[in-house]
Every structure is written in C-alpha cells, then in structure tokens.
C-alpha cells in the first residue's frame, strides 16, 4: 500500500521529543513478518486525510475481526520473496521449503477471503486490501499431490518414485535377515560383545570383541575408543548396502525429477503467489497495528476535515501501560483545540502533569497520523495537520558547544521559517534557559509570532508575561493543571480558562525545604511578583472551595432529583390505582345497571307473541349502551394525550458522549463523557458523577 503524503519537517529529533520512536519499536516487536518490523521501523505520520482515515478504519476493521468470533485466520506465514524470485528463473527448481510455504500462504488466503465473503458485517477496508485475489485451490491440489500432511515427498508422486521406493523397502529387509543371521552366527562362537552392534558411517555393524575380529567375516568399520571392540559390516550385507546406496541415488534423482515437473506446474500460478505476498504482508502491518491498540486500549476517533482536535478521556499511551504495570491510575485529559480557541498556554506547579498533558496531544496526534488507533473516547474529533513542530527536553551538546538555549533558538529559527495555519506546535517550558526577563521578552515576541501564523500550540510555561498575553488574544486561551493547597499535591487535571500558579513555594516545601529559608527566598523577590503568585494560588483554593460547594450543590441536587423521581413514581403509582378503581366501580356500576334493565326486558317478554315493540326498544337501548362506550372511550384517550402534552420533553433519548446535559431539578450543564446503557457520567466542572438518563435533559 503506497504510503501516503509525509507530514511536514518530521525528523528523528521530532519522533523522539514526543517518543513517537517508542511506539514504533513497540510495533516492530508486535510484527509477525520482516516486511512489518522494516515498516514499523520507518514509519512516518501523514498529511494525506483520505490516506489517514484509510488506515485507521483499516486498523479498526482488523481488529473488530479478529475479536469479534469470525473465525480470521493467525496469519502465521513465511513471506515468499525468495520463491518468487526463484519462480521468475526460468529452469529453476524450488525445494520443499518452498512449496510448504506456498501452500501455508494459499490456505491462509483462502480462509481470509471465505470468512471475508461469509460474514454478515461489512468490512470494506480489508476487502480494499485483498481486491483481485480469489481462492486458488489448485496450488494446493498440486502441492498436496506430491506432499503428505508432514511435508514429506509422498511415495506415490510418480509411478517410478513407487516402484524405487518399494524396491528399497525389499533390500532394506534383505539387509535386515542378513545381519540377524550373522549376529547369530558370531554370537555362537563367543565373539560377539555385551553391546552387539552400533552405527559406523550410516551402517549397521556387529560390534565385535577385537582379539576375535579377523574370524569374522566382513568389512571392519571402525573401533570403540579403548580399541576393545571392532565393528565389522557382515559380508553378506556389503553387497545389499551397495544396492540400497543405488536406490537411494535414484530417488534423489527421481524427487528432483517431481520437484522439477511441480515448480512447472506452479510457475503457472505467479500472478497468484505475487498477491499471497502482497495481500498477507499488507494484512500482517495491519494486524501489527491492531495488536497495538488492543495493547493500547486504543480507539478510532472521528476525522476532521479541518485541522483541530477534541480529545475526550484521553490517555499518554507509555505513562498509562507503565501505571498499569504498577498498578497506579492514571488520570484522562480532556483538551479541545479549534480554530477559535487554538493555542492552549498550561503553566501550574512543576510535576504537575503539564509537560504529560502536552506530550499527549502530540503523541496521540502522531499516532492517528500514522493510522494507529489511540487511547481515547471514540467520540473524540481530530484533525490533520500538515506539520507537528515540538521542543520538548533538554539539548544540550558538548559535542557541538552547544547549550539548551542555544538549541532552542535554532529550533525556534526553524519552526518561525515553517510554521503556518496547517502547523501544530508543542513547546515545552517555553522560554525557559536564559534570563527570566529577557528570555521572557523574547518568548513573548515569539509567541506572538507564531499566533500570527495562524498555527495550533499546546504550550507549557512559568512565565507571567506569556499567560497574560495569551489571557488578551482572541484565539489563545490559557488552562492549568490542578493543585491541592490543602495536600500540597498536584491533582494532574487540566482547566482551562485561567493561568495557574507555580506554587514553587509550595512545592519546596513538600520536598522538605525549612519554612525559614521559603521565607528569605520570598523575601529576594519583589513585592508584586510574590503577591500575584500569591494571588493565583489563593485563587485556585478559591476555585477548589467553590468546586466542593458546587460538588455538595450537585450531590443535594441529585438526591433532590431522585427524591422528587420517587415521589413522583408514588404518586403516578397512586393515581393509576385510583383510576383502576374508579373504572372498576364504573364498570361494576355500569353492569348492575345494565343486568336490571336487561331483566326487566327479560319479565316483559311474552312467549309465543311478536313482541314487536319490546324488541325495538332492547336494540335502541343497546345502541345508545354503545354510543355510550365510544364516547367514554373518546374521552379517555383525550386526556391521555393532554397529559403526555403537559409532560415536558427531555430528549434523554439523544445523549452521547460529548453532549451537553443538565440536571431535571437544577440549572447546572455539564459535558458527557461515558454513557453505559441508561447509566451516563457527566463531568460538572471539575465533579464528575453517575446519573440516570431519566435524571437529565439534553441540551446539544
């Protein structure tokens, strides 16, 4: 499969800043062909949308299948190059390595292409890959003619190769007779030794004690190491062993004849083995990259027509299978970039999760670029870019004389020569390196200019001045990772809207560093600096106290919202069963009326007459009786209706994740992100929580 466009100024720097060469040699060790592990080695994320999207579905199909009880063969083959090659000779033979790996692979495709064509589900992509071939069960015909189920050359493969065979198995018991007799004759006359015979030189031989060995008659072989034992071929099997030699020359003569006439045969079939190699190789790097998400968790999200990306309960791919093995959680991110909000500056506390949350977005983004599914909700939106430009860790080169900040200005010069609207940029500790004020200057003109540019960014920064002007342009917007004031804990939450503190203070003071000294360093800074840090912190705490207040609000709300369900639960409850009662007594009524009249009709009828006017009046009573009904009937399905009028419509039936919902009882939104069945998890704010279907009104 031609590989599609490659994204713009990728390099071996770019893989490993976002540790996208990780991934690649968790592929390569997930490959079951060299052709997969030489792809895996080298790939490289696309620009090309049409070719991203086709391999991701490709991806999701294979592993759909493969899960999914259809039966999909392991595509557990030998690659076919070599006989391909040999094919292509003319006069060449191939050997029975190659036809065993022939017909493996024409098996495999054919049992692909049978589950393909019998499975109910569509699965287009893997039907794209395998387009033109069709079964073949011819090769398999010919090779199993002349190959038994162990890959043996079956004694049958030619009449000659029959009769050879046959004669050899009539000398080989010739052979056998002969030598029992001489064993018995040697062993009567006590020249034989305790362990009678062995091999010498492919030859069964009498193991003879060796003062003995000139009475026997016969070949001497060889000797045991201590020279006590001579083996001696009996005379009489010489001649017999000669022949079978001969044999044995024939039916190597005779196997090269068949494999000759074979290799004929299925020269024929070439166009067919170049699409085993071509079809099975390409399924093999596509069943390398579901191996992956199935290892990853991964997901495939929608695509977008445009750059951007919304990912929802998204997860870095190498800290979340490093948690797992250490049985720690590792905490979703949710990030949204579009092109009205489409630089993202994230500063807050060091070991904060800053640097985590926007390695994430560059290696999932990488990733989908690649046609590997990702760590995400399947709701999540991305789009593709034409370049991804990050700057992350430390470059220092005592090679080159060569120091981070040096480094960074080279990579800066380049990213303001190449970045565009079609760019994502990662930049991590943006600025840092040199001195605060006027490094900080100078990332801020550069900030600047990149913003200009019109490309994307996730930023990660301490500096006051870039958070500020990222708070003044439109299409910038700031976000930062949570910290407990109380704990002194980062929370590893990202939220956007506001810049964060670097709650340094904070931080020395977890590490074990003396009040006294936070305190003299407080005292070297200015005034305003400490007061604004200050300020942002307590206004994190602010927002925490709210976050609980509101979390408390939500908790009552919900459990308002489950009272007031019960209540009205009850209550319809109660109403359905005075409704049953009353049409019960209704009817009751309605029939001891009826039986009373009826009756009288019954006293009033006169055997033997007409009773002509008695009986119009019984039809006109019935009638009216009917008209009754009807009505009644009417009735009932009018108010019926006006109350499924008055019921208000929640549109609880629409809500996916990604909607926007809010509580029945309260005014507070907030965002799915998990729907299990009725069971859907809204994040308020910073709270997430459970709630029933019924319990919400969709928004949008």
């Known amino acids: ?52 999207l086709r391999r991701l579905q490709e991806t999701d199909e294979m592993r759909r299948i493969r899960s999914g009880g259809h039966g999909f063969p392991l595509l557990e083959f030998d690659e ?20 065993r790996r022939i017909s493996t692979a024409s098996r495999i495709m054919n049992t692909v292409l049978e589950v393909l064509a019998q499975s109910d589900d569509p699965w287009p992509r893997l039907e794209a890959v395998l387009e033109g071939q069709e079964p073949n069960t011819e090769l398999i015909e010919a090779i199993d003619a002349v190959f038994d189920a162990k890959g043996n050359i079956r004694d049958d493969a030619s009449p000659a190769l029959s009769q ?46 060796s003062s003995y060995k000139r009475q026997v008659s016969g070949a001497a072989l060889g000797s045991s190491n201590t020279g006590s034992v001579t083996f001696i071929e009996p005379g009489a099997c010489i001649p017999l062993n000669h022949e079978l030699e001969m044999l044995r ?37 596509i069943a390398t990259r ?75 983004q990488m990733m989908i670029q690649s ?37 960074r200005l080279g990579r800066m010069r380049h990213f303001l020569n190449v970045a565009d609207a079609q760019s994502l940029m990662l930049l991590d500790e943006f600025g840092t390196g040199s001195d605060p004020e006027l490094g900080g200057a100078l990332a801020e003109v550069f900030f600047e200019e990149l913003y200009d540019r019109g490309c994307f960014g996730v930023i990660t920064t301490h500096y006051a001045n870039i958070k500020t002007r990222a708070a003044k342009l439109p299409e910038a917007f700031n976000g930062s990772m949570l910290f407990n004031r109380e704990s002194l804990a980062p929370m590893y939450q ?17 590490n074990g560093i003396g009040g006294k000294l936070i305190e003299r360093a407080k005292g ?32 009552a709300e919900l459990e308002a919202e489950k009272a007031i369900a019960e209540a009205e639960r009850l209550k319809e409850a109660m109403e359905d069963k005075e409704r049953n009662l009353n049409t019960q007594f209704d009817a009751l009524n309605t029939a001891r009326v009826r039986s009373t009249k009826l009756t009288q009709f019954v006293d009033r009828f006169q055997s033997g007459k007409p009773n002509k006017g008695l009986l119009e009046e019984v039809k006109t009573y019935l009638a009216k009786e009917k008209a009754r009904q009807e009505e009644h009937a009417q009735r009932g399905k009018a108010k019926n209706k006006a109350q499924t009028k008055r019921r208000p419509n929640h549109q609880s039936n629409k809500i996916v994740v990604g909607s926007l919902v809010r509580l029945r009882s309260g005014q507070e939104r907030g965002d799915v992100v998990e729907v299990k069945g009725d069971m859907i998890t809204v994040m308020f704010g910073a709270f997430k929580t459970k709630v029933k279907r019924n319990q919400l009104t969709w928004l949008r």
Request: aromatic content about 4%; overall charge positive; proline content about 4%.
């Open 1 to 52: 499969m031609k590989h599609g466009a490659p994204i713009d100024h990728f390099d071996v720097r770019v893989a490993e800043d976002l540790e996208f060469d990780v991934i690649q040699a968790m592929l390569a060790e997930l490959a079951g062909c060299p052709s997969s592990e030489k792809r895996a080695e080298s790939l490289v994320p696309s620009k090309d949308r049409i070719w991203v």
């Open 80 to 99: 076919l190059g070599r006989e391909i090659k040999l094919l292509s000779v003319r006069d060449s033979v191939l050997d029975e390595t190659g036809f």
């Open 164 to 209: 050879i065979r046959g004669d050899m198995v009539t000398v080989r018991r010739k052979i056998n007779r002969a030598f029992l007799r001489a064993m018995k004759s040697v062993q009567e006359r006590g020249y034989l030794a305790d362990i009678r015979e062995g091999f010498v030189q492919e030859r069964r031989a009498l193991a003879v004690i």
């Open 249 to 285: 020359d024939d039916e190597r003569k005779e196997i090269r004849n068949i494999l000759r006439e074979l290799t004929r045969n299925i020269r024929r079939h070439l166009p067919a083995i170049k699409g085993y190699q071509r079809g099975l190789t390409e399924l093999d790097w």
């Open 290 to 364: 579901a191996r992956l998400a199935s290892k990853l968790d991964g997901s495939l999200p929608q695509i977008r027509k445009k750059p951007g990306l919304h990912l929802l309960s998204a997860f870095h791919p190498l800290l979340q299978l490093t948690n797992k093995l250490a049985g720690k959680e590792t905490l979703p991110q949710h990030v949204e970039l579009h092109r009205k909000q489409r630089m993202l500056v994230i500063s807050g506390p060091n070991a904060g999760g800053k640097s985590i949350t926007m390695k994430t977005v560059g290696l999932l």
């Open 371 to 407: 046609g590997l599914l990702v760590p995400c909700h399947n709701a999540s939106e991305v789009g593709i870019f034409d370049a991804i430009l990050p700057d992350i860790g430390d470059h220092q080169s005592i090679e080159n004389q060569l120091s981070t900040y040096s480094y």
């Open 494 to 510: 990202l939220e956007v809207g506001q810049p964060g503190s670097s709650f340094t203070f904070e931080v020395a003071e977890i």
């Open 524 to 555: 070297k800074l200015d005034k305003r600096r400490v007061e604004l840090d200050g300020l942002l912190g307590d206004l994190h705490k602010e927002k925490s106290k709210l976050a609980k207040l509101t979390n408390k609000q939500l908790r």
